[in-house]
């Protein structure tokens, strides 16, 4: 069974500033993917970046970056020069795929980023 | 238009009654699912369609019962609502073809039963 761990209940940061989420899996698929997405106090689910289990270059969307170590099993999430409206609930999730089609995400239990002035 | 719509966005209601929520997608996606996020944010996979036929059936109390007329829409019935069935609920569209798998997720659906 896939797992996800974000160690990490709330995180606080200077605007500006750079923050790295914690997340480490556990899975016995050789292929699988990564994503983070974002949570704002609106509800609404963001998709922000994906990791494949297979590409080779950390995957990058502006200011979001994807540190993926798999030997370590971790893929943390790195958002350079925090603004105001980063101030959100992070999840990270891990995909499997399905026999007959389907993905399936399983999601941690997230990190509640705050960025302060 | 909204991508993946769901109705009601917001729903308050009594113990014991039976309630649906309702999701619509235009993306053409092949799989739609439902996802559980409870008072604590913990988002929890319930239900998975591909292609109208049922894929993931997770560990979830019969009283619910997700159905697929079609390929763009999903609905979610519960009977005999518990307080515990308090929610927000979401409604998320994947494509098979999509190298990512990524989920395309609703607004959600306030659920508050009393």
């Known amino acids: 069974a896939q797992k996800i761990t974000q160690t990490q209940p709330g995180m606080f940061v200077q605007e500006k500033e750079a923050v790295t989420l914690d997340c480490t899996y556990d899975?016995?698929?050789?292929?699988?993917?990564l994503f983070w997405y974002k949570q704002p106090s609106s509800g609404e689910m963001i998709f922000l970046i994906y990791?494949?289990?297979?590409?080779?270059q950390n995957a990058t969307e502006g200011r979001y970056s994807l540190n993926f170590q798999k030997a370590r099993k971790s893929a943390n999430l790195v958002i350079s020069a925090s603004q105001l409206g980063d101030s959100a609930m992070y999840f990270c999730?891990?995909?499997?795929?399905?026999?007959?089609?389907?993905?399936?995400?399983?999601f941690g239990t997230g990190t509640q980023l705050k960025v302060e002035l | 238009d909204t991508a993946v719509s769901q109705t009601p966005k917001y729903l308050v209601t009594q113990m014991g009654n039976d309630k649906s929520i309702k999701c619509e997608q235009n993306?053409?996606?092949?799989?739609m699912y439902w996802y559980k996020q409870d008072s604590k944010k913990f988002l929890k996979i319930m239900f998975s369609?591909?292609?109208?036929?049922?894929?993931i059936n997770e560990t979830v109390p019969n009283r619910f019962s997700p159905k697929s007329p079609d390929k763009a829409h999903l609905n979610l019935h519960i009977n005999s609502l518990e307080l515990g069935d308090s929610a927000v609920y979401f409604c998320?569209?994947?494509?098979?073809?999509?190298?990512?798998?990524?989920?395309?997720f609703g607004e959600g659906s306030r659920l508050t039963v009393l």
């Open positions: 998320a569209t994947s494509s098979s073809g999509e190298d990512t798998g990524e989920l395309f």
């Open positions: 899975t016995s698929d050789q292929s699988y993917g």
């Open positions: 990791q494949g289990s297979y590409d080779e």
């Open positions: 999730a891990m995909r499997e795929g399905l026999r007959g089609g389907g993905n399936k995400l399983t």
């Open positions: 993306l053409g996606h092949d799989t």
């Open positions: 369609y591909n292609n109208k036929e049922l894929i």
